[in-house]
């Protein structure tokens, strides 16, 4: 009877160190590449004692994992890039909606999900880059301008198998509607220098070499690029200033339905979206903090203050399905 009591009691005593042991971890899967994240993780174990364990790759196949493993999944957070692949998950019911007051504070209504299933954790705008030996800015307005025949043979841009533009594209058509915004497509697929490019930086480096005079990219592959051979001539432009405003989009996270530790998840995105977590995400890949309290990095300053679109970045997933049959007609690969 004796050895049966003491086989229950550690029984109990086991599942209860587990228990302790497995509310100071959190698992997260991430498309963010390890070299953004992985100092940002460390900070928090050390500041809170809570174990971090995570799994980087591609948002599709992660995002296809969690739908495999169901409710038998480890993960507690979805960390990922683009606001349609924040709106694929949501859409996917693998996200558990939050309610948060800091999270309301520190992140403006159109960083986030409307009913709060995902949060943006730094922004990047996607606007025109051009050569500065080729163009003056003053010949410079706008996406929809991009599509005039004055820039016939001019224009670089990168596929559009990439979310990037699709998201771009997909809140053109929450904007301007789909018959123009199909207009618009068709004319920057008839002012192409060269077939789309597979990357922002490809793009970059074809204008910097004078096979087009202009493209779209997002703003932190300009800043990368330049930060290593800041002699290139490319200069930055921001689009719509007369109009909406820049195309802008968001890295960002949700937690799952099914994760085991839910109050720690939401714990930690609240520190995401803190002032000094902010600095250390968005610098890290010369990015714009959600915080509005928070300023960027003096790089990332020096381009200039713009004037960005306030529509809420759900439309960027609601109208993907829109944005890749629109372009798929107008000849855009």
Request: hydrophobic fraction near 40%.
């Amino acid at each position: 009877m004796k050895q049966f009591v003491c086989i229950i009691l550690i029984s109990i005593f086991t599942f209860t160190g587990y228990a302790a042991a497995s509310d100071k971890e959190l698992v997260v899967y991430t498309a963010r590449k390890e070299h953004l994240i992985k100092d940002l993780f460390e900070k928090y174990e050390k500041e809170h004692g809570v174990k971090i364990t995570y799994i980087t790759g591609k948002a599709a196949v992660l995002l296809q994992r969690i739908l495999s493993e169901g409710s038998g999944t480890n993960a507690d957070i979805l960390l990922t890039v683009d606001a349609g692949n924040l709106w694929q998950a949501a859409r996917k019911d693998i996200l558990a909606p939050v309610e948060s007051q800091i999270l309301k504070e520190n992140i403006p209504s159109h960083y986030r999900d409307p009913e709060n299933r995902w949060f943006g954790l730094s922004v990047r705008a996607r606007t025109i880059v051009y050569n500065t030996n080729a163009v003056k800015k003053a010949d410079l307005q706008s996406y929809e301008d991009l599509a005039d025949p004055k820039w016939k043979n001019r224009l670089l841009l990168r596929t559009s198998k990439k979310v990037y533009n699709q998201s771009l594209v997909a809140m053109l058509i929450a904007t301007k509607g789909e018959d123009r915004t199909a207009q618009i497509v068709k004319g920057w697929v008839n002012n192409l220098a060269a077939p789309p490019y597979s990357s922002d930086t490809k793009v970059l480096e074809a204008i910097a070499a004078g096979q087009g005079d202009a493209g779209i990219v997002n703003t932190y592959y300009y800043g990368r690029l330049m930060k290593k051979n800041p002699d290139l001539p490319l200069g930055i432009f921001w689009a719509d200033q007369d109009d909406k405003g820049v195309h802008v989009n968001v890295s960002g996270a949700g937690i799952l339905n099914h994760s085991k530790n839910k109050i720690e998840a939401v714990r930690f995105i609240e520190w995401l979206s803190a002032k000094d977590a902010q600095k250390m995400f968005a610098d890290a890949n010369m990015e714009y903090p959600v915080n509005t309290q928070v300023a960027p990095h003096a790089d990332v300053k020096a381009w200039g203050r713009f004037k960005e679109s306030t529509v809420n970045l759900s439309k960027a997933g609601q109208l993907q399905a829109d944005a890749v049959m629109l372009m798929d007609k107008a000849g855009y690969k």
